[in-house]
């Protein structure tokens, strides 16, 4: 679209100079009849190309303009300005008034008018008229053209010139016979839209084809009226200056509008392109983050379950199901949750850069909130795997407990097996003395074998405590058998106290028993008990977790095979009495009535008794050998597991150091400085290996169910945390080198402003962190020029450290400084371009957008601009105004 509201104050010069010139307009002297019927055909067309803005036109240059009305309309049009209001009379007085108002205005914008009045507009002076035209003409289109320095007539000529130069056959010298081929307008046409005209088609020898293709082609595509006819041009010697410069200052406009449009489409086209690519980015964002969310809601419950299982092997199960987790689900969740990071600080950093308003998350999106529910995944991961091992002892603790119980319960009720029926049968009423004297001694042994089963009866109600506190699945049967087991005790201590009183009082009655038989008895039921007792510690089970206890239970097991040379001395002892019986029987010739009547105990069954805890011996000497090579495995295991985990985490602990250094000391470009830290991290990720073998030796830990390591500080969970956290910073220094890629790239930073920067914040970064503290960050600040009041300084801290960390990292300086030394896009200059895209109108339509924009662009702006409310909206209009300034934060799109 031309532009004919340029300022009017650029009448001075070389353009002045060369109206004054032109102006000098002869009254009397006639015009040749060829160029006045060129000049009125031009100027009728050129006038006709801005009435028709207004809805009307005219068909008689020197008749049409005799009012006054037309005129002052055209230039209305034209200039953008309003006139005084017009007088509506008929009378000649009216007309010259009207005339003289737009005289008046040619005059007011520094054209002077030589020999040019209102009467002879008013009389139809056609010569006049023509000129009059032709000052409006050079005012209004010609005279504001200007290529390097040269204005008016010489830029016109200048331009067509620099155009033209390529093509063959066309020397363009001035304004006349030089357009008479006709192949200079298609040269011109050409050079700006080669799509509409097929140049080596066209031949010299052809001027009216040459002609009338130009001129219908810039009338069908380029909106430039036909002004005049190919014959009129090649059938005049010397075609007529006025009307080709007019002509050809149309086909300026034309194309200078185009190119006006063209980098007004390339500016908005750059504008919405930052703007798609961060929406893209923030829907990226925001499912990314939805989904680690989802993850991590689904996981917590998973790991906060403490369903408890019934025994080890089924807890192994839920063991193995934690390591998965561990080892295949979280490893790519970790990565998810650092390439969130990275992403969110890229978008914020291109925002910054693009002067756009920083991304704010959907609530519970924020990178603060995704750190949280990580947190509290982690504790109830690291809750979850403490339980799992805690309940894997209860189980062990249990099961080992229960068997226990079982067993020596199957001991005592063998035990009191017939023990009711022997102290409730009355056999001491038809004994005799001596017989009565034999079941009272037989009965105090069997008073001391019940005192000596009183600790096995407690043993037996304290293991049943015990796996009840525990929670033992099984504990109603536990329960069951352990009150049936004191309840008989109960009776059996109450028979026990009824059947001694009444062998007491017969006892008055009858002689005294075999004194040797019932020191027999004494003597063998608690030796009886003894090997009894022996037998159970021998064949009880034992669970041990290092090597100290299997050592404990091997030197006990040493004290009482010491023992074993004492108590066979008193078997044969106890053996001995029997053997005398036996001889003073023989030796009597005494005839006995069978079986020691104080005691059941056979001298058989002490020497069977003592054969099987002697065989047992061995057999227990074996399984506490075999539990001390055991733990002298896991304690193998254990060194094995140190060494790696102390030169893991020795590594991770340096290379955690080294990058802090690193971040801060780089040189080089930083290019070079993203290469280097890129090669670093490869460095870094080919220790992998190493953690793998960690890994591996903690499984074989977690298998062979070790729960302490002296040999090192390290867990495996400190150093998972700490390769995470390893990996997590080089990434971020990564990051931010790239940020500053960005940041220079788009601000136009020089690589020795930011050595310059680095070197500042280097100087003032006293603790050599990265981050420095707010009066540090003020005297970096003075040192660069700033002089700095409180209100200011709060401002700039606003900016740089927005959630009030009362630090600043090395990125917030860089992108501070390069907000406050370079320029960017604002909402003011995107207005600008889409007004001229608009034709200087206050809104835009739908096939406004899609002819200048890319088709994809163009929909983005259709989808997005509200309705135009406007006084001069028309149906479909669009408010681009309050849709540039939403790009910019100032309002919600």
Sequence with gaps: MVDYHAPTNQSTGGAQTYMEQENDWDRDLLLDPAWEKQQRKTFTAWCNSHLRKAGTQIENIEQDFRDGLKLMLLLEVISGERLPKPERGKMRVHKINNVNKALDFIASKGVKLVSIGAEEIVDGNAKMTLG????????????????????????????????TAPYKNVNVQNFHISWKDGLAFNALIHRHRPDLIDYESLRKDDPVTNLNNAFEVAEKHLDIPKMLDAEDIVNTARPDEKAIMTYVSSFYHAFSGAQKAETAANRICKV??????????????????????????????WLENRTQEKTVKDLQAKQEDFRDYRTVHKPPKVQEKCQLEISFNTLQTKLRLSNRPAFMPSEGRMVSDINTAWHTLEGAEKGYEEWILSEIRRLERLEHLAEKFHQKAAIHESWTDGKEAMLTQKDYETSTLSEVKALLRKHEAFESDLAAHQDRVEQIAAIAQELNELDYYDAASVNARCEKICEQWDILGSLTHGRKESLERTEKQLESIDELYLEYAKRAAPFNNWMEGAMEDLQDMFIVHNIEEIQGLITAHEQFKSTLPEANKEREAIQAIQAEVQKIAQSNGIKLSGANPYTTITPQSIDSKWEKAMAMVPQRDNALQDELN???????????????????????QAKMEEIGRISIEMNGTLEDQLTSLKDYQTTIMSYMPEINKLEGYHQHIQEALIFDNQYTSYTMEHLRVGWEQLLTTIARTINEVENQILTRDAKGISQEQLYEYRASFNHFDKKRSGQMVSDDFR?????????????????IMGIVDPNNTGTVTFQAFIDFMSTETTDTDTADQVIASFKILAGDKNFITADELRRELPPDQAEYCIARMAPYAGPDAIPGALDYMSFSTALYGESDL
């Design 630 to 652: 055991k733990q002298n495995s896991n304690d193998s295991l254990r060194a094995t597991f140190a060494a790696q985990a102390n030169t893991v985490g020795a590594y991770i």
């Design 132 to 163: 009059m035209i032709w000052t409006i003409i050079l005012r209004f289109a010609i005279q504001d053209i200007s290529v390097e320095e040269t204005s008016a007539k010489e830029g016109l000529l200048l331009w067509c010139q620099r155009k």
């Design 779 to 795: 005297a970096l600040l003075i040192s660069t020029g700033n002089s700095l009041g409180d209100g200011e300084f709060n401002r």
């Design 272 to 301: 919405l392109a930052v703007n798609q690519e961060n929406e893209q980015m923030m829907e990226d964002y925001e499912k990314l983050a939805s989904d680690l969310l989802e993850w991590i809601r689904r996981t917590i419950p």
